[in-house]
């Protein structure tokens, strides 16, 4: 089995510092955050770059790397804590609504050489994938995310691979209907691309369930606490690989809930990239109030919620030295 570089091992671990949990920080948006910025006004590029600059200024000296993109997220990234490593994202934001399949693709000027030559410790792409769509649209997914490994491989820079399910039949993912399907989209999807082939040092997931609908979560169950501990269980199963879980836009307190539902579960889950959670509500101060108001926003609200959130992995998360430790003794491609 293939190992990993050495200099490829040190920049992970830049990613989550000495403990190997992973902590960091999401503010990739870019169509996201543009539409959060027009609910009061309409945004430019510079207000985008400075409200990623403010979170990265504020906010990185408490979390272990930061993941911002190319296109708007240079002046942040350069703002970043010292302590922080950094994730560079290589999709373009969104997808093609007219074409379907949701196809993924990569910025044109970008490269995992130049993220790398921009300081990159790490590559992460987005990729939607639904496990039961055609073979002439999942093959091209595939395709597309063994290309994107062989870079990352070539220029020994780590690759984080965040994937979002659905279903091409469903246009709610948030609906009753998705959430009955939602572990087995989650759970294949992440079996298929722990493979040695595409070359993916951390998973960025979902979770397997939509909490809302999880009993005693929310005003209607579509799956027993039992039943989202199991589906909990197998996700974490069905990789060797080092795993970590985004926000998914949920309120902070419900994603912390959700971690410690994970860890009841025996998920061996390595750590969070945190989006909205942790920023989204600081975006109103930013537009209405002005920097300085966003500033206060971030060194109080923003900085709770990344503290708590920091304290709760520390009772949740397990190292990912533990699975490459792991991994060395069954050789695979981590020994």
């Known amino acids: 089995m293939k190992k990993i570089s050495v200099n490829r091992l040190q920049k992970l671990k830049n990613t989550s510092k000495d403990k190997g949990i992973i902590g960091a920080l999401a503010i990739d948006q870019r169509g996201a955050l543009k539409k959060m910025i027009n609910k009061y006004k309409d945004s430019t590029d510079k207000d985008i770059e400075d409200f990623k600059r403010l979170v990265s200024e504020e906010l990185t000296p408490y979390a272990t790397s930061i993941l911002l993109d190319p296109e708007y997220g240079l002046p942040a990234a350069k703002s970043r804590s010292n302590s922080a490593g950094l994730l560079l994202a290589y999709e373009k934001t969104g997808y093609d609504a007219t074409t379907p399949g949701r196809l993924p693709d990569s910025i044109n000027i970008w490269s995992v050489k130049r993220l790398k030559e921009a300081g990159a410790d790490a590559c992460k792409f987005l990729l939607y994938y639904d496990v039961d769509e055609s073979n002439e649209i999942n093959d091209q997914k595939k395709a597309y995310m063994e290309r994107i490994g062989s870079e990352c491989v070539a220029e020994e820079l780590p690759f984080f691979l965040e ?54 979560y929310g005003k209607e169950a ?39 539902f994970a860890k009841e579960s025996g998920s061996t889950f390595n750590g969070v990239l945190c989006g909205r959670a942790t920023w989204a509500n600081g975006v109103e101060s930013f537009v209405t109030k002005g920097e300085e108001a966003a500033r206060q926003w971030l060194q109080t609200q923003g900085r709770k919620n990344i503290e708590k959130l920091n304290a709760v992995l520390a009772e949740t998360a397990s190292s990912w030295h533990a699975k490459i430790q792991a991994n060395e003794t069954q050789g695979s491609r981590f020994s």
């Open 163 to 216: 994937l979002i399910s659905y279903d091409a039949t469903i246009p709610d993912a948030n609906s009753k209907e998705y959430a009955k399907v939602k572990p087995h989209k989650v759970n294949e999807m992440m079996k298929e691309f722990s493979k040695e082939r595409y070359n993916v040092d951390v998973l960025k997931m979902e979770v397997p369930v939509n909490m809302n609908y999880v009993e005693g």
């Open 222 to 260: 579509v799956y027993s606490r039992e039943e989202a501990l199991k589906y909990f269980k197998e996700q974490s199963d069905a990789t060797d690989l080092p795993f970590i879980f985004l926000s998914a836009g949920v309120s902070a307190e419900l994603f912390q809930e959700t971690l410690y």
